[in-house]
């Protein structure tokens, strides 16, 4: 278990040039376009405090870092702090592990993708708990009708992995890993040892596979009452907010950051 010291910390990957959503995205960071009543941004940041991770870093490309410090600020009014750092350039996931080193300063860390929007009391209650325990690293994994677009686990009768691919063309299972990921303090390191793929990047499948190797990586299989949306296409976009629209009729407020730090009375 976690003690005093040694705290989780939050990074929210805000980078990319959001290609995928041009031209709405030429001069607007894809993470503060809109999903139904609240910039997209605001939906990880709120899955961060559900999870109880009130240290949290934003990355963001340098031409709109400005646009979220404006937005954010410090996150006092929240009961939260909001630290914010440069992404030079889109050099893969990992990257912020290397960009946000300081920050971390050899704590646990829980990375959100900043187009992603999870909702659902399982996923909420299933997140904290694994925010809990600082060893190993910890994905969280849902079926998808198209799971040749994402990373692809093959899992097997216990929850072991069988094999791990990034966008596979014939993919073994339905399973593709989502936009939240937990690591120890190791990570940092992890990162730092890898090496750009034939796109030029670094992988997350590759950062996996550090903790994979060592027996260390383990998979949360997400179901019913998880609701997950890679926002990051117009199609997608749209469906999150149809779907945020219907639930927050019949449930209450989605991803408000004021709602839920009043709930844990943080403010």
Not at 53 to 60: G, M, N, Q
Not at 106 to 122: E, K, P, R, W, Y
Not at 151 to 171: A, D, R, T
């Amino acid at each position: 278990m976690l003690n005093s010291s040694q705290k989780m910390k939050g990074i929210l990957l805000a980078g990319g040039s959001g290609s995928r959503l041009a031209p709405m995205t030429n001069v607007v960071s894809k993470q503060l376009l809109p999903v139904y009543d609240k910039p997209m941004i605001y939906y990880p940041l709120v899955t961060l405090m559900q999870a109880n991770i009130r240290d949290v870093l934003l990355i963001a490309t340098p031409g709109h870092l400005s646009d979220y410090q404006q937005l954010l600020g410090t996150g006092k009014q929240w009961g939260i702090q909001l630290h914010y750092a440069e992404q030079p350039s889109p050099d893969g996931l990992p990257q912020a592990f290397k960009i946000g080193a300081d920050f971390l300063d050899q704590a646990s860390v829980m990375l959100l993708l900043g187009d992603n929007i999870f909702f659902g009391n399982t996923f909420e209650n299933r997140l904290a708990q694994v925010a809990q325990f600082s060893s190993g690293a910890t994905v969280f994994s849902i079926p998808h009708r198209q799971p040749g677009n994402y990373g692809v686990v093959e899992l097997g009768p216990s929850q072991e992995i069988f094999s791990l691919e990034e966008k596979p063309q014939q993919p073994k299972s339905d399973q593709v890993i989502t936009g939240a990921y937990i690591f120890d303090s190791r990570v940092v390191e992890f990162a730092k040892m890898l090496h750009p793929s034939d796109r030029g990047e670094t992988e997350m499948i590759d950062l996996l596979r550090c903790y994979q190797k060592q027996g260390e990586l383990h998979v949360e299989s997400l179901g019913e009452g998880t609701n997950w949306f890679d926002a990051g296409t117009p199609q997608m976009l749209l469906e999150a907010s149809l779907a945020i629209a219907t639930t927050q009729r019949e449930q209450g407020l989605i991803g408000c950051p004021h709602h839920t730090a009043k709930s844990k009375e943080w403010v």
